[in-house]
Protein backbone atom coordinates (compact mmCIF):
# COMPACT_ATOMS: atom_id res chain seq x y z
CA UNK A 1 0.00 0.00 0.00
CA UNK A 2 0.85 3.45 -0.61
CA UNK A 3 0.77 4.27 2.95
CA UNK A 4 3.41 1.86 4.09
CA UNK A 5 6.16 4.36 3.58
CA UNK A 6 4.54 7.28 5.19
CA UNK A 7 3.64 5.34 7.84
CA UNK A 8 7.19 4.33 8.60
CA UNK A 9 7.37 8.69 8.74
CA UNK A 10 4.05 9.14 10.83
CA UNK A 11 2.90 6.93 12.66
CA UNK A 12 2.63 4.06 15.22
CA UNK A 13 1.49 3.19 18.30
CA UNK A 14 -0.57 6.20 19.17
CA UNK A 15 -2.59 6.98 21.63
CA UNK A 16 -4.74 10.34 23.01
CA UNK A 17 -2.32 12.13 25.09
CA UNK A 18 -0.24 12.48 21.99
CA UNK A 19 -2.48 14.06 19.51
CA UNK A 20 -2.02 17.82 20.56
CA UNK A 21 0.99 18.77 18.43
CA UNK A 22 3.85 17.54 16.68
CA UNK A 23 6.24 20.07 18.45
CA UNK A 24 7.43 19.53 22.14
CA UNK A 25 8.98 21.64 24.61
CA UNK A 26 11.45 19.91 27.05
CA UNK A 27 12.21 21.24 30.28
CA UNK A 28 13.33 19.95 33.78
CA UNK A 29 15.70 17.13 34.88
CA UNK A 30 18.23 20.08 35.21
CA UNK A 31 18.17 21.74 32.31
CA UNK A 32 18.22 25.70 32.57
CA UNK A 33 16.58 26.30 28.95
CA UNK A 34 14.50 24.42 26.98
CA UNK A 35 14.89 22.37 24.00
CA UNK A 36 12.54 21.31 21.22
CA UNK A 37 11.34 18.40 19.87
CA UNK A 38 9.59 18.51 15.96
CA UNK A 39 7.95 15.36 14.67
CA UNK A 40 8.98 15.21 10.82
CA UNK A 41 7.68 13.65 7.72
CA UNK A 42 9.97 12.98 4.87
CA UNK A 43 8.36 14.84 2.01
CA UNK A 44 8.68 17.97 -0.13
CA UNK A 45 5.11 19.14 -0.08
CA UNK A 46 4.64 22.58 0.17
CA UNK A 47 1.68 22.16 2.70
CA UNK A 48 3.91 20.58 6.07
CA UNK A 49 6.29 23.68 5.40
CA UNK A 50 3.54 26.24 5.83
CA UNK A 51 4.16 26.17 10.04
CA UNK A 52 3.47 29.40 11.63
CA UNK A 53 5.58 31.13 13.82
CA UNK A 54 5.96 29.36 16.52
CA UNK A 55 7.63 26.84 15.42
CA UNK A 56 10.36 28.80 13.71
CA UNK A 57 10.70 30.86 17.09
CA UNK A 58 11.63 27.91 18.80
CA UNK A 59 14.01 27.29 15.94
CA UNK A 60 15.93 30.01 16.00
CA UNK A 61 15.66 30.21 20.08
CA UNK A 62 17.92 27.00 19.93
CA UNK A 63 22.00 27.09 19.00
CA UNK A 64 21.96 23.33 17.92
CA UNK A 65 20.22 21.51 15.92
CA UNK A 66 19.71 17.42 15.77
CA UNK A 67 18.22 15.02 12.90
CA UNK A 68 18.39 11.41 12.63
CA UNK A 69 21.27 10.94 11.11
CA UNK A 70 23.55 13.25 9.45
CA UNK A 71 23.78 11.92 6.24
CA UNK A 72 26.52 15.10 5.07
CA UNK A 73 28.99 13.32 7.52
CA UNK A 74 28.38 9.69 5.52
CA UNK A 75 31.37 8.78 3.15
CA UNK A 76 29.72 8.09 -0.44
CA UNK A 77 31.32 4.60 -0.70
CA UNK A 78 29.58 3.81 3.30
CA UNK A 79 26.57 5.23 1.92
CA UNK A 80 26.69 3.10 -1.20
CA UNK A 81 27.79 0.03 0.66
CA UNK A 82 25.05 -0.03 2.91
CA UNK A 83 22.17 -0.06 0.09
CA UNK A 84 23.94 -3.60 -1.67
CA UNK A 85 22.35 -6.97 -0.91
CA UNK A 86 25.63 -9.11 -0.11
CA UNK A 87 23.80 -12.05 -2.31
CA UNK A 88 21.56 -12.28 -4.64
CA UNK A 89 19.32 -9.52 -6.88
CA UNK A 90 16.30 -8.65 -7.58
CA UNK A 91 15.78 -10.89 -10.72
CA UNK A 92 16.71 -14.12 -8.65
CA UNK A 93 14.36 -12.79 -6.17
CA UNK A 94 11.32 -12.37 -8.14
CA UNK A 95 9.24 -14.34 -10.39
CA UNK A 96 9.64 -13.56 -13.67
CA UNK A 97 5.79 -11.67 -13.71
CA UNK A 98 7.19 -9.39 -11.02
CA UNK A 99 10.45 -8.46 -12.14
CA UNK A 100 8.74 -7.18 -15.26
CA UNK A 101 6.40 -5.52 -13.47
CA UNK A 102 8.84 -3.55 -11.24
CA UNK A 103 11.38 -3.09 -14.15
CA UNK A 104 8.09 -1.18 -15.93
CA UNK A 105 7.22 1.00 -12.83
CA UNK A 106 10.83 2.13 -11.81
CA UNK A 107 11.27 3.40 -15.24
CA UNK A 108 8.35 4.89 -15.55
CA UNK A 109 8.42 6.63 -12.12
CA UNK A 110 11.92 7.50 -11.80
CA UNK A 111 13.02 7.24 -15.74
CA UNK A 112 15.74 4.70 -14.61
CA UNK A 113 16.50 1.43 -15.89
CA UNK A 114 16.26 -0.90 -13.41
CA UNK A 115 19.70 -3.15 -14.07
CA UNK A 116 21.99 -0.39 -12.63
CA UNK A 117 19.32 -1.25 -9.39
CA UNK A 118 19.47 -5.28 -9.71
CA UNK A 119 22.05 -5.63 -6.59
CA UNK A 120 19.90 -2.52 -4.26
CA UNK A 121 18.16 -3.46 -1.24
CA UNK A 122 14.64 -3.83 -2.14
CA UNK A 123 13.55 -1.44 0.78
CA UNK A 124 15.58 1.73 -1.11
CA UNK A 125 13.91 0.60 -4.34
CA UNK A 126 10.42 0.85 -2.57
CA UNK A 127 10.97 3.99 -0.91
CA UNK A 128 12.36 5.50 -4.60
CA UNK A 129 9.14 4.34 -6.14
CA UNK A 130 6.96 6.23 -3.25
CA UNK A 131 8.37 9.35 -3.26
CA UNK A 132 8.49 9.57 -6.86
CA UNK A 133 4.59 9.90 -6.44
CA UNK A 134 4.33 13.02 -4.27
CA UNK A 135 4.68 16.49 -4.70
CA UNK A 136 8.02 17.99 -5.17
CA UNK A 137 7.00 22.28 -4.24
CA UNK A 138 10.19 22.22 -2.11
CA UNK A 139 14.08 21.78 -2.71
CA UNK A 140 13.98 19.17 -0.14
CA UNK A 141 12.21 17.45 2.29
CA UNK A 142 11.21 18.98 5.40
CA UNK A 143 13.72 16.99 7.40
CA UNK A 144 16.42 18.27 5.24
CA UNK A 145 15.07 22.16 5.63
CA UNK A 146 15.65 22.18 8.98
CA UNK A 147 19.51 20.85 8.45
CA UNK A 148 20.52 23.61 5.88
CA UNK A 149 18.72 26.26 8.13
CA UNK A 150 20.37 24.76 11.12
CA UNK A 151 23.31 25.40 8.87
CA UNK A 152 23.10 28.42 7.50
CA UNK A 153 22.51 29.92 11.07
CA UNK A 154 25.56 28.15 11.84
CA UNK A 155 24.12 26.50 14.57
CA UNK A 156 25.69 22.73 15.90
CA UNK A 157 24.60 20.14 13.94
CA UNK A 158 23.82 16.51 15.28
CA UNK A 159 22.65 13.14 14.18
CA UNK A 160 20.60 11.28 17.41
CA UNK A 161 21.65 7.74 15.72
CA UNK A 162 24.60 6.85 13.33
CA UNK A 163 24.28 5.72 9.87
CA UNK A 164 25.05 1.85 11.04
CA UNK A 165 21.85 1.81 13.17
CA UNK A 166 19.79 2.31 10.56
CA UNK A 167 20.74 0.30 8.37
CA UNK A 168 20.62 -2.91 10.81
CA UNK A 169 17.20 -1.77 11.85
CA UNK A 170 15.72 -1.96 7.95
CA UNK A 171 18.39 -5.19 7.58
CA UNK A 172 16.43 -7.10 10.55
CA UNK A 173 13.15 -6.76 7.69
CA UNK A 174 14.43 -10.06 5.29
CA UNK A 175 14.62 -9.50 2.05
CA UNK A 176 11.70 -11.54 1.26
CA UNK A 177 9.76 -9.19 3.11
CA UNK A 178 11.39 -6.06 1.63
CA UNK A 179 10.29 -7.96 -1.80
CA UNK A 180 6.89 -7.92 -0.87
CA UNK A 181 6.84 -4.31 0.29
CA UNK A 182 8.60 -3.36 -3.46
CA UNK A 183 6.04 -5.47 -5.18
CA UNK A 184 2.84 -3.89 -2.85
CA UNK A 185 4.49 -0.34 -3.92
CA UNK A 186 4.45 -1.21 -7.39
CA UNK A 187 1.07 -2.74 -7.76
CA UNK A 188 -0.66 0.24 -5.51
CA UNK A 189 -1.67 2.90 -7.66
CA UNK A 190 -4.42 4.98 -5.47
CA UNK A 191 -3.41 8.52 -4.23
CA UNK A 192 -6.42 8.76 -2.17
CA UNK A 193 -4.02 6.93 0.58
CA UNK A 194 -1.58 10.34 0.99
CA UNK A 195 -4.31 12.83 0.95
CA UNK A 196 -6.25 11.06 3.67
CA UNK A 197 -2.58 10.53 5.60
CA UNK A 198 -1.52 14.45 4.79
CA UNK A 199 -4.45 15.89 5.77
CA UNK A 200 -4.57 14.09 9.04
CA UNK A 201 -0.58 14.91 10.18
CA UNK A 202 -1.70 18.77 8.88
CA UNK A 203 -4.90 18.84 11.54
CA UNK A 204 -2.73 16.88 13.88
CA UNK A 205 -5.26 14.26 14.29
CA UNK A 206 -3.06 11.53 15.03
CA UNK A 207 -5.88 9.12 16.11
CA UNK A 208 -7.13 9.55 12.07
CA UNK A 209 -3.70 8.19 11.17
CA UNK A 210 -3.83 5.60 13.60
CA UNK A 211 -7.08 4.67 11.91
CA UNK A 212 -6.10 4.92 8.32
CA UNK A 213 -2.75 2.72 8.95
CA UNK A 214 -3.87 0.13 10.96
CA UNK A 215 -5.50 -2.42 8.75
CA UNK A 216 -1.91 -1.74 6.67
CA UNK A 217 -0.69 -5.10 5.86
CA UNK A 218 1.99 -4.69 4.00
CA UNK A 219 4.62 -3.84 6.59
CA UNK A 220 5.93 -7.68 8.01
CA UNK A 221 5.52 -8.43 11.33
CA UNK A 222 8.68 -7.43 12.90
CA UNK A 223 8.93 -4.09 11.32
CA UNK A 224 8.14 -1.73 14.41
CA UNK A 225 10.51 -3.61 16.78
CA UNK A 226 13.22 -3.03 13.76
CA UNK A 227 12.48 0.45 12.48
CA UNK A 228 10.84 2.16 15.49
CA UNK A 229 10.79 0.67 18.60
CA UNK A 230 14.46 -0.01 19.46
CA UNK A 231 15.60 2.93 17.48
CA UNK A 232 13.13 5.53 20.10
CA UNK A 233 15.79 4.15 22.56
CA UNK A 234 18.87 4.78 20.64
CA UNK A 235 17.02 8.47 19.96
CA UNK A 236 15.83 9.11 23.83
CA UNK A 237 19.47 8.54 25.04
CA UNK A 238 21.25 10.81 22.74
CA UNK A 239 18.33 13.68 23.41
CA UNK A 240 19.32 13.57 26.66
CA UNK A 241 23.01 13.73 26.34
CA UNK A 242 22.46 16.62 24.19
CA UNK A 243 19.97 18.63 26.11
CA UNK A 244 22.84 18.40 28.84
CA UNK A 245 24.66 20.49 26.31
CA UNK A 246 22.70 22.40 23.95
CA UNK A 247 19.39 24.12 23.98
CA UNK A 248 18.91 22.03 21.00
CA UNK A 249 16.01 21.78 18.06
CA UNK A 250 15.37 17.68 17.65
CA UNK A 251 13.55 16.70 14.05
CA UNK A 252 12.98 13.09 13.86
CA UNK A 253 10.15 11.26 12.23
CA UNK A 254 6.81 11.45 13.91
CA UNK A 255 6.16 8.24 14.04
CA UNK A 256 8.88 8.18 16.74
CA UNK A 257 7.46 10.14 18.90
CA UNK A 258 4.54 8.30 20.63
CA UNK A 259 3.47 5.67 22.57
CA UNK A 260 3.99 3.86 25.61
CA UNK A 261 7.80 3.01 23.59
CA UNK A 262 8.19 6.45 21.70
CA UNK A 263 11.18 9.11 22.56
CA UNK A 264 8.08 11.23 24.08
CA UNK A 265 7.68 8.66 26.73
CA UNK A 266 11.75 7.68 27.37
CA UNK A 267 12.36 11.34 27.69
CA UNK A 268 9.71 11.64 30.53
CA UNK A 269 10.97 8.90 32.00
CA UNK A 270 14.83 10.19 32.29
CA UNK A 271 13.08 12.51 34.29
CA UNK A 272 12.56 15.58 31.76
CA UNK A 273 8.79 17.56 31.41
CA UNK A 274 7.96 17.55 27.70
CA UNK A 275 4.97 19.52 26.73
CA UNK A 276 3.09 19.97 23.54
CA UNK A 277 3.28 23.47 21.74
CA UNK A 278 0.42 24.34 20.20
CA UNK A 279 0.76 25.85 16.12
CA UNK A 280 -1.04 25.90 12.87
CA UNK A 281 -0.33 25.40 9.57
CA UNK A 282 -1.24 28.09 7.26
CA UNK A 283 -1.63 26.31 4.00
CA UNK A 284 -4.16 22.87 4.20
CA UNK A 285 -6.24 23.15 0.90
Not at 19 to 46: A, C, R
Not at 114 to 128: A, C, E, N, T, V
Not at 229 to 253: D, E, P, Q, Y
Request: hydrophobic share 40%.
Amino acid sequence: MKKSFLFISILFLINNVYSQSLLWKITGNGLKTPSYLYGTIHIQDKRVFSFDTTVTNAFNSCDAFAMEILLSKVKPETLKKATIMKKGSLKELMSEDDYKLVAKVFHEKTGANILLYDKMKPFFLSSQIEQADMPKDMDEALDLYFYKLAEKQGKSTFGVEKFEQQVAAIDKVSLKDQIKMLIDAVKDTSKDDFSELLNAYLNFNLNKLMELTSKDTTLPGNFAEAFLINRNKVMAKSIKKLTKKHKIFVAVGAAHLPGDKGVIKLLRDYGFTVEPVKFKFNYKS
